[in-house]
């Protein structure tokens, strides 16, 4: 029951171990290892870490005691994901958590280790479930999304500093979804009549 518990936990979702392949059952090591992989750095993610640490012990998962943690930091080098992905696969951890990028190369990692990822972008543009109600094959995931509300946000912009003509915006070039929200934002200034002025910045 713990580590029923163990996965609806990490991806709010009731996903049974007995729905896993039996290969991957059979691997499990008697205390589960969790594989922790972001594209991000360990010292801007602390927050991130504490309340991941919290929720596990909420649901009876002390790291050290019942359950161990495999950190992997890419320090914003996406390029060491597929790697570390790889590497936590041949650990055999019972599930990998991650970001969107890291999340990427879990995929490709694996195709029967459970993975759980947080986003803040659409994870079926982006290619990763097939579906919010039913994401299918072995991953799932929580969804913050923030993309949609661009027009809202370009909105109450504008009652703050009416008399601005044009506005700028900043991208990150290397967020997946920077091309999305450029062209949201843009399409949100012409409704209001208003230029729109994407920098990237990464």
């Known amino acids: 029951m713990k580590r029923r518990s163990f996965i609806t936990l990490l991806g709010g979702a009731a996903a049974s171990p007995l729905a896993w392949p039996r290969t991957t059952r059979a691997q499990q ?7 922790f992989l972001r594209s991000t750095t360990a010292a801007g993610s602390a927050h991130l870490v504490n309340a991941f640490r919290k929720g596990l012990a909420e649901a009876g998962f002390v790291e050290g005691q019942n359950v161990a943690i495999e950190y992997r930091w890419a320090d914003d080098q996406d ?13 055999r951890v019972a599930v990998i958590l991650g970001n969107t990028a890291s999340t990427r ?3 490709a990692a694996t195709a029967t280790v459970p993975i ?10 982006l290619g990763i479930v097939a579906s919010i109600s039913r994401p299918g094959g ?3 995931g929580v969804v913050f999304t923030t993309a ?3 027009a809202k946000r370009l909105g109450l912009l504008h009652e703050l500093v009416p008399k601005a003509a044009v506005i ?4 990150d070039p290397n967020n997946s979804d920077s091309a999305f929200v450029a062209k949201e934002t843009e399409e949100a200034g012409r409704a209001i009549g208003r230029g729109i002025l994407v920098v990237k910045a990464a």
């Open 138 to 140: 072995n991953v799932t």
């Open 116 to 125: 759980v990822f947080v986003t803040g972008n659409d994870p079926v543009r």
């Open 79 to 91: 390029d060491r994901l597929p790697g570390m992905a790889a590497d936590l696969v041949r650990r």
């Open 29 to 35: 090591p008697a205390m589960p290892v969790v594989g």
């Open 168 to 171: 700028a915006v900043l991208v």
């Open 148 to 150: 949609d509300l661009t």
């Open 105 to 107: 190369a879990a995929m």
